[in-house]
């Protein structure tokens, strides 16, 4: 079997301002319904994760050799204090 993983650069711009507002925008306020709400999410995130295991290692089981190649680039995410668009094509979000 063969899994090849590759993942290319994304540049990302952000301007403070907007950054700023979407930090605001989703930090919750403190509630436990929100906690209940996460426990939740990761119980299902640890089935999802183990189901995945468990496809992972059958797969293994019935081909008996694995070529992994994985080629993981980072993102760059700039945070600009001021900025203006250069180029008519960009966009900004």
Same mark, same amino acid.
């Given at each position: 079997?063969? *899994? ?9 711009? +952000?301007?403070?301002?907007v950054?700023? /507002?979407?930090?605001? $925008?989703f930090? =919750?306020? =403190?509630?436990? @319904? +929100?906690?209940a709400?996460?426990?939740?999410? %990761?119980?299902?995130? $640890?089935?999802?994760?183990?189901? $995945?295991r468990?496809? +992972?290692?059958?797969? +293994? &089981? %019935?081909?008996? $050799? %694995? &070529? ?7 993102? *760059?995410?700039?945070? =600009?204090?001021? @900025?203006? *668009?250069? /180029?008519?094509?960009? @966009?900004?979000?």
């Amino acid at each position: 079997m063969l *899994v090849d993983l590759k993942m290319d650069t994304i540049e990302v711009i +952000l301007p403070l301002g907007v950054l700023v /507002h979407t930090i605001k $925008s989703f930090t =919750p306020p =403190p509630d436990d @319904y +929100l906690s209940a709400l996460q426990e939740i999410a %990761l119980e299902n995130l $640890s089935k999802a994760t183990e189901q $995945s295991r468990l496809g +992972l290692a059958h797969q +293994l &089981d %019935l081909q008996k $050799s %694995l &070529d992994l190649r994985v080629d993981i680039k980072a993102p *760059v995410i700039l945070v =600009p204090q001021k @900025y203006r *668009v250069a /180029h008519k094509h960009m @966009y900004f979000f």
